[in-house]
């Protein structure tokens, strides 16, 4: 497996410095880069093919957050993983919204983010503990809005596809070489990321809301 490149954008160099060394310590990591401003951090974007980019909150004078929606028209394949020592709620739920992948509290583990790391690189969602029982402890529209902003699973993107072909269930079924119960179980979860309720209203979701995401992006395993 390739290494997971990062690139890392804090204002303070000697936690900038501290981190590099310990996630270079794993083959399975490599830095290419650390940035110290938001400037800095797009000419280096440019520059340097990235799979994670570790974004601190605060940047001095700046907000990391004001970075990510320069960021999202560069990104590609890349993730963005905010990197904080604290952030409000309603900050860290804009951040989200932006383009980030998920918020990692920087009192939390090394392990933790090395696990953190590899969870975003693959397209799902990190929350610190913290920051998701902040966020979304209870059942709400808050956390149900959410979880349709994240990406497919490869299998609800093959569900999603043969519903656009115009295919039955049995159909589908039949092409991805599984049960029919395990389509209906893969709509029913694209009914709830799309807030619908038919397949005609999920069609027209997908075609007039995801074009850029679910149905050119690729889909976390």
């Not at 060394?21 to 880069?33: H, I, K, M, Q, S």
């Not at 890349?78 to 739920?93: E, F, K, N």
């Not at 990406?151 to 049960?179: C, F, H, M, Y």
Request: charge should be negative; include cysteine; proline fraction near 2%.
């Amino acid at each position: 497996m390739p290494a997971i490149r990062i690139l890392m954008v804090d204002d303070h160099s000697l936690f900038r410095e501290s981190l590099s060394r310990f996630l270079e310590a794993d083959p399975a990591f490599l830095v290419v880069g650390q940035c110290g401003t938001a400037s800095e951090a797009i000419a280096a974007y440019s520059e340097t093919p990235t799979d994670v980019i570790l974004l601190d909150y605060d940047l001095g004078e700046e907000q990391g957050t004001r970075l990510l929606p320069e960021l999202k028209s560069h990104l590609g394949e890349a993730r963005v993983l905010m990197v904080t020592a604290g952030m409000s709620d309603t900050i860290a739920l804009q951040a989200m919204e932006a383009g980030a992948s998920g918020v990692f509290l920087k009192h939390s583990s090394l392990d933790q983010l090395v696990t953190a790391i590899r969870q975003v690189v693959k397209g799902e969602i990190w929350l610190d503990t913290g920051v998701a029982h902040s966020l979304f402890g209870e059942r709400s529209t808050r956390r149900d809005h959410f979880e349709r902003m994240q990406p497919l699973t490869s299998r609800q993107g093959e569900v999603l596809r043969g519903i656009l072909d115009g295919l039955t269930n049995k159909e589908i079924a039949w092409n991805l070489k599984v049960s029919e119960s395990s389509v209906k179980a893969a709509i029913q979860e694209l009914f709830h990321k799309a807030g619908v309720r038919t397949r005609s209203q999920l069609v027209r979701i997908a075609i007039e809301k995801h074009s850029s995401d679910w149905l050119k992006s690729k889909t976390r395993d």
